[in-house]
């Protein structure tokens, strides 16, 4: 069966960046002038989905605007002639788009049971928008090739630092059935450092079969008092194969504030119009700081 659902969950407080995620969800925060939800939107598109789901809470309303219509903008900057710019607000409109609000967060895997109704009986992908993903081939696209092959639950995993390992999902591998593809024998979420059964951390991106929705119905509440989805998969793996993809790529984590600033560092210096006065600052400052 085609991969053409995916849920982005986007109901979280943002607490790591307040004040500023008091009145502003934290998927809009830009990395230079584009939101980073659109990020994770652009990928799905280039992964080949056809239909996105958002997951959202209170306050979250402007990532519905973002991707909506502005007719009173398109028309002032095709009076004006701004084709370049028209095309950067048209790019946010071209998909089809769904909403459902998360009313008490209750966890990831929460966020993704209420997705149930719109995925049906069909494979999706989970995005998160906390993580951005640069690839020649698009690491959702990669997960949905790797289905192909497999026709199983797919999570994608990256080798972090050890001693960060407590920070994340990490999966206990098996066998590596082909090249970057592995059993999992268990999941483990955020597991202590010199419990950690191997340095592969789950990243935020998951390929998963409906079966995972009878494992969130009935998965108890795991670290942090919250519905984990790293619990339901690991439940899921013990009826069904579940796979575990290495992902060779580019990850900027922008989940937290450090790396939300080198995320926009390294984009700054690839974008067209900052780049070169960014590049002379860095210069300077650095001289300043010698």
């Known amino acids: 069966m085609k991969v053409r659902k995916a849920v982005i969950p986007a109901a979280g407080l943002g607490t790591r960046f307040l004040p500023a995620t008091k009145a502003l969800a934290k998927e809009m925060l830009p990395i230079i002038d584009k939101p ?6 652009e990928e799905a598109k280039k992964s080949g989905i056809e239909d996105i789901l958002v997951v959202t809470g209170k306050g979250k309303r402007p990532i519905e605007d973002h991707f909506d219509s502005v007719p009173e903008l398109e028309q002032n900057l095709k009076e004006k002639g701004k084709t370049e710019l028209l095309k950067l607000v048209e790019q946010t409109t071209d998909i089809n788009l769904y909403f459902i609000r998360q009313s008490h967060p209750r966890g990831l895997g929460d966020a993704v049971l209420m997705a149930k109704d719109f995925v049906g009986n069909e494979p999706f992908v989970v995005m998160l928008g906390d993580d951005l993903m640069r690839d020649k081939v698009p690491l959702t696209k990669q997960l949905i090739d790797r289905y192909d092959q497999t026709h199983a639950s797919t999570l994608a995993v ?112 690839e974008h067209p119009e900052v780049k070169d006065d960014l590049i002379a600052y860095i210069k300077e400052l650095s001289k300043k700081l010698k």
């Open 36 to 41: 980073t939800i659109q990020y994770i939107v």
């Open 158 to 269: 990256m080798r972090v630092p050890h001693e960060e390992v407590n920070k994340y999902g990490v999966i206990d591998p098996g066998s590596e059935t082909s090249k970057g593809l592995f059993d999992v024998k268990q999941f483990v979420e955020k597991p202590d450092v010199d419990k950690a059964p191997s340095d592969l951390a789950i990243i935020g991106r998951y390929l998963l079969t409906p079966e995972i929705f009878g494992m969130l119905e009935t998965q108890k509440p795991g670290a942090g008092n919250e519905i984990q989805l790293t619990d339901a998969i690991d439940r899921l793996n013990k009826i069904q194969r579940v796979f575990a993809h290495e992902f060779k790529g580019e990850r900027f984590d922008v989940g937290y504030k450090f790396g939300y600033l080198k995320t926009s560092i390294q984009f700054g210096l």
